[in-house]
Nanobody
Framework: QVQLVESGGGLVQAGGSLRLSCAASGRTFSTMGWFRQAPGKEREFVAG????????NYADSVKGRFSISRDNAKNMVYLQMNSLKPEDTAVYYC??????????????????WGQGTQVTVSS
């Protein structure tokens, strides 16, 4: 049974940092990603990474501030978030995909999801 469990969310002031973690179990996945959903908005892509970690993709809104990484030995994925802004406030979800090739930014390409972790950035 596949399970994704996120952790690391919380309340932080603008300009601060948080590190999100996602623990995967049940199987391994070619592509792992982070998405977020703010109230009243659709779930949007944040960052993704391929199996080797050699290919990553980021939403324009987080480039230069966020960094995704993975540890395949532990079946973990991380999202380091720096220089946080109030507009980064959302529930952050870990997604897993069997997609191979260019790291997909498309939500429907991700087959499994975690329960989400809240990130709140105060101004």
């Amino acid at each position: 049974q596949v399970q994704l469990v996120e952790s690391g969310g919380g309340l932080v002031q603008a300009g601060g940092s948080l590190r999100l973690s996602c623990a995967a179990s049940g199987r391994t996945f070619s592509t792992m990603g982070w998405f977020r959903q703010a109230p009243g908005k659709e779930r949007e892509f944040v960052a993704g990474i391929n199996w080797s970690g050699g290919s990553t993709n980021y939403a324009d809104s987080v480039k230069g501030r966020f960094s995704i990484s993975r540890d395949n030995a532990k079946n973990m994925v991380y999202l380091q978030m720096n220089s946080l802004k109030p507009e980064d406030t959302a529930v952050y979800y870990c997604g897993a995909s069997a997609w191979r090739g260019i790291v997909s930014m498309t939500r429907t390409h991700y087959d499994y999801w975690g329960q989400g972790t809240q990130v709140t950035v105060s101004s």
